[in-house]
């Protein structure tokens, strides 16, 4: 089983950069799909973007696309979202998730962290 551990997230101002890390325990990374994903208060929980394990191929949501980057050191076990030009728009609590075959559906996903709170203040 996969353990993973969300750790980077805070409060910022808009227009502020931030970055999460996702680190695994108990198990490598390799072989997984990694994503992120966030819940904000009374909204549905939205995939932001999802990296392949094979390839290194990224996928990104509309709403993050150009200001978010995932990324992934397959040797450290560790996953990071780089988030630039944060808004209003974007806290939620964030995280990571794993997948044998990652997608676009939160259902795909079979490991799950616990999640990091991110506020941005305007």
């Known amino acids: 089983q996969v353990q993973l551990i969300e750790s980077g997230g805070g409060v910022v101002q808009a227009g502020d950069s931030l970055r999460l890390s996702c680190a695994a325990s108990?198990?490598?990374?390799?072989?997984?799909?990694m994503g992120w994903l966030r819940q904000a208060p009374g909204k549905d929980r939205e995939l932001l973007a999802f990296i392949r394990w094979k390839n290194g191929d990224t996928h990104y949501a509309d709403s993050v696309e150009g200001r978010f980057t995932i990324s992934r050191d397959n040797a450290e076990n560790m996953l990071y979202l780089q988030m630039n030009h944060l808004t209003p728009e974007d806290p939620a609590v964030y995280y990571c998730?794993?997948?044998?075959?990652?997608?676009?559906?939160?259902?795909?996903?079979?490991?799950w962290g616990q999640g990091t709170q991110v506020t941005v203040s305007s």
């Open positions: 108990r198990r490598t990374l390799n072989n997984y799909d």
């Open positions: 998730a794993a997948a044998h075959l990652g997608g676009w559906l939160d259902t795909d996903y079979d490991y």
